[in-house]
């Protein structure tokens, strides 16, 4: 087998194949062979139809088998050879065969992941900034716990910071309602941040049955058929509730349950929750820059098929979710065009961080074993109400299996690269309070 490979670009490969025709035949020959295993035709035996028969009503469809089966192979063999993994599907043109011909000829042009050297990737110097867990933190957590505990009263006073309002809205662009934007007994704890600033701001000082305007700027990355407008929303106030925490006491310790008995065991739990947090915190944070580091370091070209996948999941999974809020709702081809313009920066990140970090796995020889992938099958048995043999079934004969593997395979690369970085923590102070953690090798760091 004889080819010729030119680059189109670093992605983009044309190449020019040539498949002797003795291979060819051969293949033809399985697929008869195949074929007079499970055909019926009257008149004949199962397995015994002749070959003439055979052709006579199956020719063509063989040879479109054939052709596939051969062009398959031939060209991901010929890209293995040079060290090149093929992205997606072939455009193949140009096939040709003639009676008299000693081979097959084909063109096609295929996206390959780019080749590129690694560069250094073991101690990259991370420094991170936490809060520290200290008596104020500590005191801070229980005072939003009981506020969670808090009972509340009705009151005609304006509405305060800590209070809990309920209120309708609708928003409109011009003076044009704006589709599920209107939301009836809507609640909020106001001055806990939990919703636009500009609707807080406005809430604020509102008693009951008051109503007001407000303008909130929709940012450039929101909903496509409202990025960058200012839309003007209408918020009338149906109660106004004071909050009234319990008191801290050793009493109300004792009702949460727990095997908790007093005040001082309850701040010790509560500094134990606060600092296992805070080691998730910095791993999350100290993950996001090591990431960012490594793409700064290795400079590369991506497939665009990989990248318009990637920003095509993302745009599915928008719909998914919006459609269960709203079953009926349409997104015009337009919309679904912005949405991919605004997400395609962020999925060509994610594509260049998947090759760079499946090029490190491949490197340090990191692979999940079977029965890391059991644990995470029995994970999500857990989570999806299910038996976790079943669900390893329905994985494997979905293909989601691949993509599992290739998911736990990533997440466990990423804890060994965290691993083997220079990890400085740094009060937000700005005293250096270091990091000890095992070297990579002697723990198991599975996703």
Known sequence: MSSTITDIDECTKRLEIAVPCDEVTKEVNRAYTRLAGRVKIKGFRKGKVPRRILEQYYGEE????????????????????????????????????????????????????????????????????????????????IGRFLKQAATFEDVTRGANSGDYVM???????????VPETHRENEALLLGEGQNE?????AILGMKVEEEKDFDIDIPDEGPPQLAGKTLRFHVKVKTVKEAHPPDLNDEFVRSLGGGLFSVD??????????????ESSIRQEGSGILLRKLLEMHSFEVPSTLVNSEADERIGEYERQARQENPDLQITSSQREQMRESILPQAEEQVRQMILIDRIREQEGISASQEEVDAHIEGLAVRYQM?????KERLTMTGGMTSLLRNINYNKTVDWLYYAAEVDVKMEDDETEGDSREAPGESDHSA
């Open 62 to 141: 063989v040879w479109a088998e054939v052709l596939n089966r051969v062009i398959s192979t031939s060209y991901r063999e010929i890209l293995e050879e040079k060290g090149m993994r093929p992205v997606g599907e072939p455009n193949v043109t140009d096939i040709v065969m003639e009676d008299d011909s000693p081979e097959l000829t084909y063109k096609a042009t295929v996206e390959v992941i780019p080749s590129f050297e690694l560069g250094d990737y073991k101690g990259i110097p991370l420094e991170i900034k936490s809060p520290p867990v200290n008596d104020d933190a500590i005191e801070e957590q």
């Open 167 to 177: 209120f309708d809205i609708e928003g409109f662009d011009g003076d044009a309602p």
């Open 197 to 201: 600033k500009e609707l807080e701001e």
């Open 265 to 278: 065991e309850f701040r010790g739990q509560v500094r134990k929750e606060l600092e296992t947090h805070r």
């Open 387 to 391: 038996p976790a043999d079943r669900l």
